[in-house]
């Protein structure tokens, strides 16, 4: 989630100080700038995912029932679609001020909707209907599903497949939107 505001944020700044100018008369293409803007934050999330991962289990003694390897390929979707997300709410905003208020915005309707505090459950049924198209919503059923009841790919692959689907309409978003014309 943190990488969300992390993505968005690093555009931004890049608009506000006038870097963003000089990368936009470079001969790379709109994909090539997004994918350059995704990849470091998305090795940084997994590398803090891995710490997480393995602090859980080593110091809380958190049991792990499903297939690892599977829960770092969920993430790893998972944050394809955060990050992606980041990056397109920087391609609608000018300064770092608006890109946290509209992050932070999608970001508390992200959390209070993902069931990680209050049950989707005990939510109106609208409400849970909404939340179905919540990527932290997808990601939390998941990493339950592997984590805490052992599922394996047949279980989650539907869920797995929302978030991939999810992360390439979001990124292709980003791309399209990116303009490389002066702002």
Do not use: C, D
Not at 44 to 68: D, E, T
Not at 71 to 76: C, E, K, R, T
């Amino acid at each position: 989630i943190i990488g969300l505001l992390l993505t968005a944020q690093n555009i931004a700044r890049e608009k506000e100080i006038g870097t963003l100018e000089q990368l936009n008369v470079t001969p790379i293409t709109k994909t090539q700038f997004i994918a350059g803007k995704l990849i470091p934050f998305w090795i940084l999330a997994l590398v803090i995912f891995s710490i997480g991962m393995i602090l859980g289990r080593v110091a809380f003694g958190i049991p792990m029932r499903g297939s690892v390897p599977l829960v770092f390929l969920s993430a790893a979707v998972y944050l394809v679609m955060a990050l992606g997300t980041g990056l397109w709410i920087s391609t609608f905003t000018n300064t770092q001020q608006q890109t946290m208020f509209v992050a932070f915005f999608i970001l508390l309707i992200y959390l209070l909707m993902s069931g990680l505090f209050p049950p989707v459950e005990s939510m109106p049924r609208w409400a849970q209907l909404m939340a179905e198209a919540n990527p932290v919503r997808q990601f939390v059923w998941i990493m339950r599903a592997v984590l805490v009841r052992g599922a394996g790919i047949e279980v989650i692959a539907p869920r797995l497949a929302g978030l991939a689907v999810g992360g390439l309409a979001i990124l292709t978003l980003a791309v399209r939107q990116y303009s490389k014309q002066a702002h």
